[in-house]
């Protein structure tokens, strides 16, 4: 009975064992999912991080000081911060699977001993019932020939018990080695993390005092930089007013039509079924747009923010400032119709282009590509973007309207360009 009770105390061990393993294996996969996104996450900011620091040095080759350069470096020190926010959510994550690779290789130690002893106990008790003469009797002195053949499958089972058991310990031993390979795999990554944390705080740092240096200098141009937003100002304006003018000129078209056919007059564009397609795809395409240009950072967010040098002065923006490089061209970020194509003297050209009941404004343009009621495609080349030779910058503007209302043209760009 009591032989029988082991039996069954080391079949329930064995399937425990199974369970844990698989348990184990279910959390490695789910650690290994989450650190390779943190390390995809990682890789995009350092490559933000290196195209950041060719801007800056595009910005530098100008001796004079200018606000993009404080602009640039306060978008540099934010993906630093993000960067070491990243790196401390690995060192965490690998604190937890460190943790728990400990109480693994506890747990199966704990197991290996206790089968190991229960081993131990049956080798004993085969020792002590080697005799093959006693086997013989044993089975001779059966009743019948069923109860012979059932003493007889008995010593066969025992025997492939024992190396069951046996092929068990073996294989805990295996897994057992496996998770210390491991735990010491984990405690290298976590140093190596460390030591990449510190040399990111210690940039950081650095960083945060070359801008307080530009930040004390670009002080006493305060004046000239309050012309330059005037300037900007102004600008925004006339552009929204180029805008107004295009979509009340759509739908002035759309009324002398609708005359022609004695149609009531429409209130707001109407849009063809063609047309109504194109606006579903667009919409769908949200947070997936690629980018209008092949690489860049925002420099500027849509909507009220303080002023990156005067607090006390907020800057309205009705779309994005995508600061990039030196002959990058623009380009559309869906395929639809060129709708207008101005330009805003001193600021150079713009370009609207409608997605049905969406537009998409590209404006800061030195030489433009495309006419009015061209068709174009989804990352076709549309304009050239005017180099600021001042301040060594070249910015594209970019907005995105929904009839008559303006949208954070952020929420509908692909995340990483």
């Known amino acids: 009975m009591s032989k029988l009770f082991m039996m069954k105390k080391n079949k329930f061990l064995f399937v425990f064992l199974l369970c ?8 490695s996969s789910f650690a290994q999912k989450t650190k390779k996104e943190l390390e995809n996450k990682k890789k995009q900011l350092q490559k933000e991080i290196e195209y950041t620091n060719q801007l800056l040095d595009e910005t530098k080759k100008n001796k004079k000081l200018s606000l993009n350069q404080l602009v640039t470096l306060n978008k540099k020190i934010s993906v630093r911060e993000e960067l ?7 060192i965490y994550s690998l604190n937890k699977q460190i943790t728990d690779n400990n109480n693994s290789i506890k ?16 080798i004993y008790y085969a020792y002590k019932n080697q005799d093959a003469y006693s086997r013989l009797m044993f089975i001779f002195a059966a009743k019948d020939f069923e109860q012979a053949f059932s003493r007889l499958k008995y010593f066969q ?25 491991e735990l010491e795999k984990k405690k290298t990554d976590k140093r190596l993390l460390l030591g990449s944390q510190e040399t990111e705080k210690q940039s950081l740092t650095n ?15 305060e004046t000239n930089l309050k012309k330059d937003l005037d300037k900007k100002k102004k600008d925004s304006e006339k552009l929204q007013l180029a805008i107004q003018r295009a979509i009340e000129k759509e739908l002035e078209k759309a009324q002398k039509e609708a005359e022609t056919d004695n149609k009531p007059k429409p209130l707001k564009l109407v849009l063809t079924p063609e047309a109504q ?10 947070g997936k747009l690629p980018w209008p240009v092949a690489k860049g950072i925002i420099s500027e967010r849509f909507g009220v923010h303080p002023h990156p040098l005067m607090p006390n002065v907020d800057i309205n923006n009705n779309g994005v400032d995508i600061n990039t490089s030196n002959g990058t061209l623009a380009r559309a970020v869906f395929e639809g119709e060129v709708t207008a194509v101005g330009n805003i003297p001193g600021s150079g050209q713009y370009v609207l282009i409608r ?12 030489e433009v590509y495309v006419n009015v009621k061209e068709k174009v495609k989804t990352k076709q080349n549309i304009a050239s973007i005017i180099f600021d030779e001042d301040d060594s910058k070249t910015v594209l503007h970019m907005e995105v309207w929904k009839g008559k209302t303006k949208l954070d043209p952020e929420e509908w760009l692909y995340e990483n360009n």
């Open 157 to 181: 089972q025992y025997s492939d018990y024992r190396k069951k058991q046996a092929e068990k310990i073996t294989s805990a031993n295996k897994h057992l080695n496996e998770q210390v390979v």
């Open 207 to 221: 960083e945060k005092g070359e801008k307080e240096q530009v930040f004390t200098k670009l002080q006493e141009q």
């Open 277 to 286: 397609l194109l606006s579903n795809s667009f919409e769908k395409n949200r």
């Open 84 to 90: 070491i926010a990243t790196i401390n959510n690995e």
């Open 20 to 27: 844990c393993s698989f348990l184990m294996h279910s959390t």
């Open 107 to 122: 747990g199966l130690l704990n197991d290996l001993t206790r089968l190991k002893a229960e081993y131990a106990k049956m």
């Open 355 to 366: 997605h049905g009941e969406y537009l998409t404004i590209y404006s800061n343009l030195k």
